[in-house]
């Protein structure tokens, strides 16, 4: 959730959004501007609370609530929300979701395929051997990529995901982008996503299956 990929390209949650006038993006691991406001552990849920500040001079705009679940299933629940906490609107929200998943470790990570399929929002990365990992979200994903990790950027100039469906065998890391729209000091809104990991592609689209259900019953 809160990582950097080997070339040192920052992973996890993004977030990007209009704040008096002027475009802010950044993610889970940058330390100018994102400040840990808490982290917690309990019954198996993982709870970190991230502020964003549009300089460091000054207050946060935003506070962003990522929680993590896996309940002991081969599948990890996410679900990520993020508040306006200052007192002039948010525009514009953006979030992204980066994942770097190297299938197969160190090894072996120069021979994934990513795909994006339109039918079911579903965004996988798999190799030969031929195990998968793949992520879904609730609501529907407003944009994706596939890219090589280097080269996928998030920052003023670029705020929307290229939507290929399909790259590699390469190194890859894929994303998923969901446009929040404005936010009024003290509202809100809530992301869910599901990573699953199987031996083959149809595993996997039966654990995403799973893993909703799951989220429906514990999650509410």
Known sequence: MLLKNPADYKGGFWQSYLFRGQVYSAGSTESSTIALAGHETEDGQLKVVLEHSPSPD????????IMAWSYNSPTLLLRYTTDNVSQHPVKDMRVFLLMDFDIGGSASYKDDVGTYDSNTDIITACDDSPLCVAMASRPTSDGHEIAAPIKLRIDAENRDLKCNERLGPQDIVTALQWNLGDMEPGQSRTVDVVIAPGENLGEVKDLIDEAW???DKRMQ
């Open 58 to 65: 000054e207050g946060p705009a935003t506070r962003s609530t």
């Open 213 to 215: 259900g799951l989220f």
